[in-house]
């Protein structure tokens, strides 16, 4: 069983940043497919991005180029950095993970990912 928490959401500008943590349980953290999900209001669940064990990194489109993950596996953390805000980025942010690497193609499904984190709201307005 693996458990999941996530912080770092809030409110922010338009063009700001925000930074997400996820801390993850277990001791093999380093072997995980690490992904980030979100949802917003009246809208189906969609991938922004995910790490594999081993490397191997992958992004949405929507987010390519402005958000950065990346593990902290002394932490067994994963992060998400989020800049060049947009207001279409408002949602709630949800940690998914699998304790295996999981394949390129299985990345995008969130019913890939059997652990899940909370969620945490990130709204971005003026």
């Known amino acids: 069983q693996v458990q999941l928490v996530e912080s770092g959401g809030g409110w922010v500008q338009p063009g700001g940043s925000l930074r997400l943590s996820c801390a993850a349980s277990g001791r093999t953290f380093s072997a995980y497919t690490m992904g980030w999900f979100r949802q917003a209001p009246g809208k189906e669940r969609e991938f922004v991005a995910a790490?594999?064990?081993?490397?191997?990194?992958h992004y949405s489109d929507s987010v390519k180029g402005r958000f950065d993950i990346y593990r902290d596996s002394a932490k067994n953390t994963v992060y998400l950095q989020m800049d060049r805000l947009k207001p279409e980025d408002t949602a709630v942010y949800y940690c998914?993970?699998?304790?295996?690497?999981?394949?390129?193609?299985?990345?995008?499904?969130?019913?890939?990912?059997?652990?899940w984190g909370q969620g945490t709201q990130v709204t971005v307005s003026s």
């Open positions: 790490v594999r064990s081993g490397g191997g990194i």
């Open positions: 998914a993970a699998d304790n295996s690497r999981l394949i390129v193609s299985r990345l995008w499904n969130g019913e890939n990912y059997p652990y």
